[in-house]
Structure formats: structure tokens, C-alpha cells
């Protein structure tokens, strides 16, 4: 297990460093995203770049699911013990049930984040 844990932890090592080279590429060597047209960084341009980030941001996400998922007994034992102060445990099935059920509430957290973002989006307006 500890195996698993060095690899996914240098994984995700990596990809994190990963996603600070994009952003830190596309913040100071590109212009600004609405003045990009025409500029290129590795014969990319800033849209397709932009697909690349949201890309690595997901593949972090994944791994950061599967890193928590593999410390979730740690995490249970922390809230319960430290944070709750109970002297109850729960077990394995309740622990999988409670683990999905956090992931799903993050999962509609985020959901209802962008949904908020529809509301507030604003088409450019017509060149006169
Ligand atoms: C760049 C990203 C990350 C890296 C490189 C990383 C690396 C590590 C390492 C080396 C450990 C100890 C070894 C192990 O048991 O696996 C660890 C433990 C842990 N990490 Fe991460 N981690 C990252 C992100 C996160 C995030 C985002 C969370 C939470 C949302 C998290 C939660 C935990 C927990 C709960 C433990 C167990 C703590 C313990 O056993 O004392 N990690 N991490």
C-alpha cells in the first residue's frame, strides 16, 4: 500500500508542478487571453492551451479523489476522534457510504457554483 501511496503522491507531485507551468506560461509569457490572436507557445495557441489546462486540472482532480479515498479511514478517524470527540467509530461500509456521499455533496457544490456563473454571463455586445 505504501507502494501505491509514494506513486500517487509523486504523481501527483507532478502533476501539480505540471499545472504551475501551464499557468504560470500562459500568465507571463502570453498576452492577456483577449489580445492572444495570432500568438503561439509550443505552435499552441492560448484557446487550445486553456483545453489543456482544464485537461490537467482534471487529471489532478482524479488523482487528488484517489489520494483522499486511500486516506479516508485516516480522515474518519481524525473527524470522529479530534473533531467530534466520539468514542464510536464507523465502520468500513459506513465509512464508503459516508465518502460517497461527501464526494457527492462537492460534486453539487461545484454544480451549483456554475450554475450561478449562468446568471451572470454576459455575451459581448454587437461591433457597432
Ligand atoms: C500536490 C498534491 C499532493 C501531494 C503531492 C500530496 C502528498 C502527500 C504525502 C506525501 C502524504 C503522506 C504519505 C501518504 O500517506 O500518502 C500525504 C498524506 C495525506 N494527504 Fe496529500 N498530497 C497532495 C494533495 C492533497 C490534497 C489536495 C488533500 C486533501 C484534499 C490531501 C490529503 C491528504 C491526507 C488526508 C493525508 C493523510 C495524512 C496523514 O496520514 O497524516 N493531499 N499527501
Redesign the pocket.
Known sequence: MSVI?FWL?FA??VV?MLMGWEAASLQFLLPPPTLSAGWTLFGLTYDQWRDIQFGTLCLFAFG?VF??ML?WN??CSVVTAQILRTKERPDEGKQTIIGVATLIVLLHVIGAGVILSLFFVHAAPPPP
Open positions: 501511496n503522491d501527483l507531485l501539480f487528488v489520494h483522499v486516506h485516516w480522515v
